[in-house]
């Protein structure tokens, strides 16, 4: 059974950039069988659509972390009611998402419930997709949705058209063998590795490859600013350049693809990587929806530490270090992206 004859279809993503980077393969398989797609979506997940050519339209959420009260962006829904869908689809299933697909006004209203959810987010909906095998990745959980609603196609992928203006600029930064680093996690403090054992790193991967240039990018806060400023201090290296400004997402792609290598945290930039087809290094907290988000694959590295707090749900992490993360030593990061640059640049 193939999917129904939509024309027009509205895809639900509010999450930031790696919800979004997971969705694009499904937001491709949609728009390839003939209909006209748009999304509704981050600023941050626009970004990144914006270099997807078979999105036709984005609808721009201001969300942010603390996010705004759902009434807030009523505006924005009045208008999407008023395109006349023949199906609202979400992938992601918290209560945000599920309320937007249901309130579209879309003939069809299909949303995957991934998690509890109140009667209020769920009021409107006309199908819900049960929850997902987390122990797929996240891209393969949203393709096998389509799946249950008829599709049969194969995995379209990612395919990007960054801007030249984006590129012309990675090659100014890019001199050589280069490794993109992101040390913050904006999902969570908790998700970043001690700024003293990524200078420790660092130094033991130059050792192994002197020529090797550390580019780190960051989203611009004024704490990743801080973790920035306070690595080039430990570190004291002209092979480190650090873009402490945060650059748009096509920058940030441009970048990726001109390295050799992407070192990182969970984060959204690790899953863009991924997406480009760039080997990873990793480092993740264990938790239950890990093997979702964790890259896989022989160009892949992932770090795991088991965390007790998301065992029990009881921080038991102060002063700003991740007690868990900080158990990873330098010396096993180094070992890991040095043999990562062996077997993928010097084979």
């Known amino acids: 059974m193939p999917l129904p004859a939509w024309k027009k279809i509205l895809v639900v993503d509010l999450g930031f950039l790696g919800d979004t980077v997971h969705s694009i393969p499904a937001i491709r398989a949609l728009a390839m069988g003939g209909a006209e797609v748009e999304v509704m979506t981050t600023a941050v997940g626009a970004e990144l659509l914006e270099?997807?050519?078979?999105?036709?339209?984005?609808?721009v959420v201001p969300l942010a972390k603390p996010s705004p009260a759902p009434w807030k962006n009523l505006g924005t829904l009045r208008s999407i009611r008023a395109q006349s869908y023949d199906v609202?689809?979400?992938?992601?299933?918290?209560e945000r998402n599920l309320f937007c697909t249901g309130w579209s006004a879309a003939r069809q209203r299909i949303a995957h419930q991934s998690g509890p959810s109140s009667w209020l987010s769920?009021?409107?909906?006309?199908?819900?997709?049960?929850?997902?095998?987390?122990s797929e990745t996240v891209f393969e959980q949203r393709l096998s949705i389509l799946k249950e609603l008829?599709?049969?196609?194969?995995?379209?992928?990612?395919?990007?058209?960054?801007?030249?203006?984006?590129?012309?600029?990675?090659?100014?930064?890019?001199?050589g063998p280069a490794l993109h680093l992101s040390?913050?996690?904006?999902?969570?403090?908790?998700?970043?590795?001690?700024?003293?054992?990524?200078?420790?790193a660092l130094k033991k991967v130059w050792q192994d490859s002197p020529r090797l240039q550390v580019i780190v990018t960051g989203a611009g806060s004024e704490r990743e600013i801080?973790?920035?400023?306070?690595?080039?201090?430990?570190?004291?290296?002209?092979?480190?350049?650090?873009?402490?400004?945060?650059?748009?997402?096509?920058?940030?792609?441009?970048?990726?693809?001109?390295g050799e290598i992407h070192v990182g945290l969970d984060s959204g930039v690790l899953h863009l990587a991924m997406a480009a087809g760039k080997p990873t290094v990793s480092l993740f907290r264990e938790s239950a929806g890990r093997l979702g988000w964790a890259p896989r694959g022989e160009s892949h590295r992932t770090i795991v530490q088991e965390c007790p707090c998301n065992q029990t749900a009881a921080i038991s992490c102060s002063g700003g270090r991740a007690l868990c993360l900080s158990k990873i030593t330098a010396d096993e990061v180094a070992a890991a992206?040095?043999?990562?640059?062996?077997?993928?640049?010097r084979s």
Do not use: C
Request: charged fraction near 20%.
């Open 183 to 200: 040390i913050s996690a904006a999902s969570s403090p908790l998700n970043e590795w001690p700024i003293d054992l990524w200078a420790r």
């Open 226 to 258: 801080a973790r920035l400023n306070d690595l080039a201090s430990l570190v004291k290296d002209e092979r480190l350049k650090i873009i402490s400004q945060r650059q748009p997402i096509s920058r940030i792609l441009a970048l990726v693809q001109a």
């Open 51 to 59: 270099m997807v050519p078979e999105v036709k339209r984005v609808w």
């Open 122 to 134: 769920r009021l409107r909906l006309t199908q819900i997709i049960s929850s997902r095998d987390r």
């Open 88 to 94: 609202a689809l979400s992938f992601v299933g918290s």
């Open 337 to 345: 992206i040095i043999g990562t640059l062996v077997k993928h640049t």
């Open 150 to 175: 008829g599709w049969t196609g194969a995995n379209p992928g990612w395919s990007w058209q960054v801007p030249a203006e984006s590129t012309r600029w990675a090659s100014t930064v890019v001199q």
